[in-house]
C-alpha cells in the first residue's frame, strides 16, 4: 500500500505541473501580446502554437482540454488509488492524454513546423503520468502487497 501510496502522490504532483503548463497555454491562447518566456525564435514559438488553427478542439482550446484532464488525473489519484476500477480510469486518462499529446506533438513537428516548450513540458509530464499509473494498475492487479508478501513468510516458516 505504500508505494501505490507513493506512486499516487507522485502522479498528482505531476498532475499539478501539467495543470500549471496548461493553464499558462490557456493564458497564451488568449492572450495578443508575446509571451516573451516562450517564444525565443521561428522554431519554438509557442504563441504560434497557441493561436494556430490547430490550438482548438471542436472549439475547445487545446490548453483548456489538457487543464480539465490533468484535473481530472489530480482527482482520480487521491481518491482511492488501491481501488482497480479507479486505478484503470486513471491509467484510461493517461493513455488518452498521451494519445491526444501525441497527435499535438505530430501536429507541431510535420504541419506547423514549430515547437511549443509548454506543449513539449506537458508531453513530458503526461508520459511519466502513463508510465506511474500504468505501474500503480499492474501493481493492484499483478503484484503482492507487503501484507501478503508477509502472510506467504509467515507460512513458510512454520513449515520448515
Request: hydrophobic share 50%; with cysteine.
Amino acid at each position: 500500500m505504500n508505494r501505490l501510496r507513493a506512486l499516487s502522490w507522485t502522479i498528482f504532483f505531476f498532475a499539478v505541473a501539467g495543470i500549471i503548463l496548461s493553464a499558462i497555454s490557456l493564458v497564451s491562447h488568449y492572450s495578443h501580446s508575446t509571451t516573451e518566456f516562450c517564444s525565443i525564435d521561428e522554431t519554438f514559438n509557442c504563441d504560434l502554437v497557441n493561436r494556430s488553427i490547430y490550438s482548438s478542439f471542436l472549439g475547445v482550446p487545446v490548453a483548456l482540454i489538457g487543464l480539465l484532464g490533468y484535473g481530472f488525473i489530480l482527482t482520480l489519484a487521491r481518491i482511492a488509488p488501491w481501488n482497480k476500477g479507479i486505478s484503470i480510469a486513471l491509467f484510461a486518462s493517461a493513455l488518452a492524454g498521451l494519445g491526444f499529446s501525441l497527435y499535438l506533438t505530430y501536429v507541431e513537428a510535420y504541419i506547423l513546423g514549430v515547437w511549443c516548450i509548454l506543449c513539449l513540458g506537458s508531453l513530458g509530464v503526461i508520459v511519466v503520468i502513463t508510465v506511474l499509473s500504468g505501474a500503480a494498475l499492474a501493481r493492484l492487479l499483478f503484484g503482492r502487497t507487503s501484507d501478503e508478501v508477509a502472510a506467504s513468510q509467515a507460512r513458510h516458516s512454520v513449515r520448515s
